[in-house]
C-alpha cells in the first residue's frame, strides 16, 4: 500500500509518486538510452506484523521540486535486509533488486528502524525491450517509480494477453500500487466485465469493489452493473444488506441510481419503516429522497397528525418544509381556524399572513 505526502496526492489512476519532469529534447527511439541513476534518502520503519514501511525522498537537480513516496514491504522483498535485534544501531547494506534495476541502500539500522541514503541503478536490458515493445521512454523518476512497484517486463507481456498494450507508464504504476493484477481483470471477466479502462480498474480496487462484492450484489438482483456503478455503491454504502432491507420495505426493484441518491441522503431503512408506522407505505424512492433532503423527519410527520392532519401527502409534506411551515405556525394559525389546510398554510407562509 502506497502512503503520500498531502503535496504528493493525486486523482484516481494517479502513482504515489510525484513525479517532476526536466524538459529536454525529445530522443528518436534510435537514440533512446537508459536512464541515469537516482539517488536520494530514504526512512525505514519495522512494523510489528513483520512487515515495514520504506519511505524514500528526492529533491530535484534544480531544488525546486521533490517527490516522496511510503510504501509498504516484507524484509523478504530486499537482499541482505535482518531485522536487528536490539536498539544499538548497526551500519547496513541491503538492495531491491527489480527487473527496471536495483535499489542500493546504505545506512543505520536498529530494532525500530533507521534511515540513510540510497542509490538506483536502471537496468539497460530492461528499458531496451521497453522500447522495442513499443513503450515510451521513461524519464529518471518514472523508471525508479517502474522498478519500486515492480513492472516488471513478465508483467507487461501477461496484460498484453489480456488486451492492455501500452498501457502509459504512470497508469502501470498506478495498477501495481492498488493491486489491479492480471489475476484481478481474469477474475472480472469471468464476471462480463471485459476490456475496462484502467481508470476503471484501479477505481474498483481502491474502493472495494471486489468480484466477490460484484457476486453478492449479483445474488440481490443487480447484474452486469456498469463499473462506474459498483465504485459509486461502494463509496456511499450500498451493500447487499442494505438492499435486502429496502426490498423488504416494499421499496420493489431500485435502479443504480435510486440507491446511491437514498444513501447520499440518508434515506435508512430505519427512516422508511418508522414513515411507514406513520401510515407511509406505499413511498417512492424519489419521495423519500425528497423528504430527507426537505428536513421531513417523522417527528414532524407525528406533530403534524396530533394537530389533526393525518393524510398529508409525501408532496404536501416537502412543500411545508420548504416554505418553513413548522408545527408552531400551523398550531397558531390552527388557533385561529380550526379548519385551516396544508395548502392554506403553505399559501399564508408565502405571502407572510400570519
Do not use: C
Not at 151 to 173: C, F, I, Q
Not at 197 to 203: F, G, K, R, W
Amino acid at each position: 500500500m502506497t502512503r503520500s505526502t498531502p503535496s504528493a496526492r493525486s486523482g484516481l489512476g494517479i502513482a504515489a509518486l510525484v513525479l517532476f519532469a526536466w524538459a529536454s529534447p525529445p530522443l528518436a527511439r534510435a537514440e533512446q538510452k537508459a536512464p541515469g541513476p537516482t539517488t536520494g534518502r530514504w526512512l525505514l520503519d519495522f512494523e510489528h506484523d513483520g512487515s515495514l514501511q520504506l519511505t524514500l525522498k528526492r529533491s530535484s537537480d534544480s531544488g525546486r521540486g521533490s517527490w516522496s513516496s511510503s510504501d509498504d514491504f516484507r524484509v523478504g522483498d530486499f537482499q541482505g535486509l535482518q531485522r536487528p535485534a536490539s536498539s544499538a544501531e548497526v551500519s547496513v547494506h541491503f538492495q531491491l533488486a527489480r527487473d527496471a534495476g536495483t535499489v542500493a541502500f546504505d545506512g543505520q539500522l536498529n530494532d525500530g528502524g533507521g534511515s540513510g541514503r540510497f542509490r538506483f541503478e536502471p537496468n539497460p536490458e530492461y528499458f531496451a525491450a521497453l522500447a522495442r515493445m513499443g513503450y515510451a521512454q521513461p524519464d529518471a523518476n518514472e523508471a525508479f517509480a517502474l522498478a519500486i512497484h515492480d513492472v516488471s517486463r513478465p508483467l507487461l507481456k501477461e496484460l498484453e494477453t489480456l488486451g492492455y498494450n501500452h498501457v502509459a507508464l504512470d497508469d502501470l504504476v498506478s495498477m501495481r500500487i492498488h493491486g489491479a493484477s492480471p489475476q484481478f481483470i481474469r477474475d472480472l471477466k469471468t464476471l462480463g466485465y471485459d476490456h475496462l479502462s484502467v481508470d476503471d480498474l484501479v477505481s474498483m480496487r481502491i474502493h472495494g469493489a471486489s468480484p466477490a462484492y460484484i457476486r453478492e450484489m449479483k445474488a440481490v438482483g443487480y447484474d452486469h452493473l456498469a463499473a462506474e456503478d459498483l465504485v459509486a455503491f461502494r463509496i456511499h454504502g450500498v451493500t447487499p444488506e442494505f438492499v435486502k432491507e429496502m426490498k423488504v420495505l416494499g421499496e420493489g426493484h431500485l435502479d443504480a441510481d435510486e440507491l446511491v441518491s437514498l444513501r447520499i441522503h440518508g434515506a435508512t431503512p430505519e427512516f422508511v419503516r418508522e414513515m411507514g408506522s406513520l401510515g407511509y407505505r406505499q413511498l417512492t424512492a424519489d419521495d423519500v429522497v425528497s423528504m430527507r433532503i426537505h428536513g421531513v423527519t417523522t417527528d414532524f410527520v407525528r406533530d403534524l397528525q396530533a394537530l389533526g392532519y393525518k393524510d398529508v401527502s409525501p408532496d404536501d409534506l416537502v412543500s411545508m418544509r420548504i416554505h418553513g411551515v413548522s408545527i408552531d405556525y400551523a398550531k397558531r394559525a390552527k388557533s385561529r381556524d380550526k379548519d385551516v389546510t396544508v395548502d392554506e398554510l403553505v399559501e399564508m407562509k408565502i405571502h407572510g399572513r400570519g
